[in-house]
């Protein structure tokens, strides 16, 4: 595919590649893509033709969309094409999937809203074509309404193309494990798994609703073709049930299995626990490379719990990889390579870049020191300049309650301050009214946003000074993409790749450091990514050796990692502590995950523990605890 616009951003996109391996055990059709953008480009392209073929033999197309982050992509790619003149929505009828109950379609968290915001006030899609289950139904009059729903449904000749995505609990819709087969539109109560995910929308899981409208199973399973899309790393486990296992009432995407004309469509991070993906040599012969070698022999000692080093010949045979043996034996050789290579992996300080310039990109005000709190002190002690770019302001994770305890201590402090007091209770009292008048999840006042900028950068420069850094290594860029006052953000565009691309400019960082943690809730740092690697394109300066880095919500595997940290047990506990000087995200954080409810403290240690511990039971040398990281593109770290 040629270089065209981004789905997502405006920006130069640069081309599909869609990922082979065996489909033995898999019971959808199933295709993995690199990128998120390929998925938009792909599914939207198919809309597109359908739209196309079912106009011309009935005059109109039906289609059944979605609602959340999933499908974001497809609508931005539908209308780049619809506004270059490439599809028309005059003759299209569209039914929504579900709604939640009660709620007010002007509520921001309405799906009628979520649409007209992000589709329809862009294409020419009809008003009186347009059908999103209704909130503010009396529920006394919702068996009637739901059945007319159905009604509406056939009456527009079935849903040509039915948008999915896929719940963690597996659900599709609303229809959450133990929804029948036979299922139609109703009201449903929401799983517990499915309020937590969508916590972060409402500011907190008790502002969620607990119930809501949706398509059932049968309605779904009537639309002559159909596409579920699944991204993150947080969905693989139960995609892979979904696909792998048989039908069952506990994952209700499975009932998809039922249907003839059914494509699911995967990032890589989706479909990673799929087992073409996670283990390919079960299902087929497989190039052994480097790479397949050090991750089918590590798999190999997990499967038996033996240090690489002890792997025997019986093992590999036993457990699929007499393959292996064959092209790549004998045993012994096989786990000295393997060996070296993992232990090759471990760096200390005195493996790590000395007097050079260090960029580091943190996409919240917290993700630098909680992702490499260790590494950065290494960094530093080596004489290294670094610099620490704070990408957003991070203002919407901040509670109302942390900004009256900021306002009450200047109100107290004034006099000594030299502060007008007046002045400052006037603004208090401002604030509070300002806090009265909104609803959960809705933009703060101005003023209110201010201030909680000011709260994380003001953390961020402690965490930092508490792994040595001075307050000077850090840079609030402020990126225009967040600052809505909303979870929801607005595309990358242009203003943020020249920011990021001055920072570059500026800084010439010999390394830089940036998030590979792309399944965060809320899409943030998988943006920031997006912002960096376009200004890396147009950067002339020097390339710098970039590494990823995660932990917010997972750890590079052992074989995912290029780089193993070593970290002792001071140095943890230094990390924690600069944790803990991101006050306003601690004990209860905003956005903690709804598939993690710990503390990000807790997560760290438990991951960087991990992580050592993975080690030791390969056999290699004993360490506390390690940070993980990949190189993109490695220009010369020093042995």
């Known amino acids: 595919m040629t270089d065209q616009t981004s789905v997502e951003t405006g920006l130069p996109y640069h081309g599909t590649h869609i990922l082979g391996g065996s489909t033995e055990l898999e019971r959808l059709r199933t295709v993995v893509v690199a990128e998120p953008d390929d998925i938009a480009v792909l599914v939207a392209e198919r809309i597109c033709e359908v739209i196309d073929q079912a106009v011309e033999e009935r005059g109109h197309c039906v289609l059944g969309l979605a609602t959340g982050s999933t499908p974001l992509g497809i609508y931005r790619e539908l209308i780049r094409r619809h506004l270059a003149g490439d599809v028309d929505f005059a003759r299209v009828v569209t039914f929504n999937l579900d709604e939640y109950f009660p709620i007010q379609p002007d509520n921001l968290h309405s799906y009628r809203r979520f649409m007209e915001e992000n589709f329809f006030q862009y294409v020419n899609v009809p008003p009186d074509h347009v059908h999103v289950p209704d909130g503010t139904v009396a529920r006394g009059d919702l068996a009637g309404y739901c059945a007319e729903y159905e009604k509406e449904i056939a009456e527009a000749g079935g849903i040509d193309f039915q948008i999915l995505g896929i719940g963690r609990s597996g659900h599709i819709g609303f229809n959450e494990p133990g929804s029948s087969r036979e299922s139609r539109t109703r009201l449903i109560t929401l799983d517990t798994i499915t309020r937590k995910d969508a916590a972060s929308d409402f500011f907190g899981e008790a502002n969620v609703p607990t119930e809501a409208v949706t398509m059932g199973i049968a309605s779904i399973l009537e639309a002559r073709e159909i596409a579920l899309i699944a991204t993150g790393e947080h969905k693989a486990p139960i995609v892979r049930r979904a696909v792998e296992e048989e039908p069952t009432a506990e994952v209700t995407a499975s009932y998809l299995q039922r249907h003839p004309a059914v494509t699911v469509w995967l990032d890589r991070p989706a479909a990673g626990e799929l087992t073409r993906m996670r283990t390919p040599w079960i299902l087929e012969e497989v190039s052994w490379t480097r790479e397949t070698t050090e991750r089918a022999t590590v798999w190999l000692a997990e499967q038996t719990g033996k240090p690489l080093l002890k792997l025997a010949p019986s093992d590999y045979r036993e457990n699929h990889l007499g393959g292996l043996l064959a092209r790549r034996g004998p045993a012994g050789e096989i786990n000295g390579d393997v060996f070296n290579i993992v232990n090759g992996k471990v760096r200390g300080k005195s493996k790590l870049v000395r007097e050079k310039t260090i960029l580091v990109f943190s996409p919240h005000p917290d993700d630098d020191v909680i992702s490499m709190g260790g590494i950065l002190r290494k960094l530093w002690e080596n004489e290294n300049e670094v610099v620490v770019a704070y990408m957003t302001s991070g203002n919407i994770a901040v509670f109302d309650h942390d900004v009256r305890r900021h306002m009450d201590f200047v109100e107290r402090a004034a006099g000594d301050l030299e502060f007008d007091a007046k002045k400052v209770r006037r603004a208090r009292l401002r604030l509070e009214k300002d806090f009265a008048a909104k609803e959960p999840g809705e933009p703060d006042s101005d003023l209110a946003q201010n201030l909680k900028r000011y709260i994380r950068e003001s953390e961020a420069v402690a965490a930092i000074a508490a792994v040595g850094l001075p307050r000077t290594a850090a840079r609030f860029m402020n990126l225009p993409f967040y600052r ?17 691309l001055d920072m570059l400019k500026n800084v010439k960082p010999d390394q830089i450091f940036v998030a590979g943690d792309l399944s965060d809730p ?63 995200q601690k004990d209860v954080a905003p956005f903690p995950g709804g598939y993690d409810d710990r503390e990000f403290w807790q997560r760290v240690r438990s991951r960087n523990l991990e992580t050592a511990a993975a080690a030791d039971r390969l056999g290699l040398p004993e360490y506390y605890a390690m940070e993980a990281y990949r190189v993109e593109n490695e220009t010369g770290t020093p042995d």
């Open 484 to 500: 809505t006052g909303e979870v929801r953000k607005r595309p990358i565009g242009e203003e943020d790749v020249e920011l990021v």
């Open 522 to 584: 809320h899409g943030t740092h998988r943006m920031c990514k997006q912002a960096i690697d376009e200004a890396l394109l147009r950067y002339r300066g020097a390339a710098p050796e970039v590494w990823l880095y995660r932990g917010a919500w997972q750890e590079w595997s052992i074989t995912e990692a290029d780089v193993l940290v070593p970290l002792s047990q001071e140095e943890l506990r230094n990390k924690i502590f600069a944790i803990f000087k991101h006050q306003s």
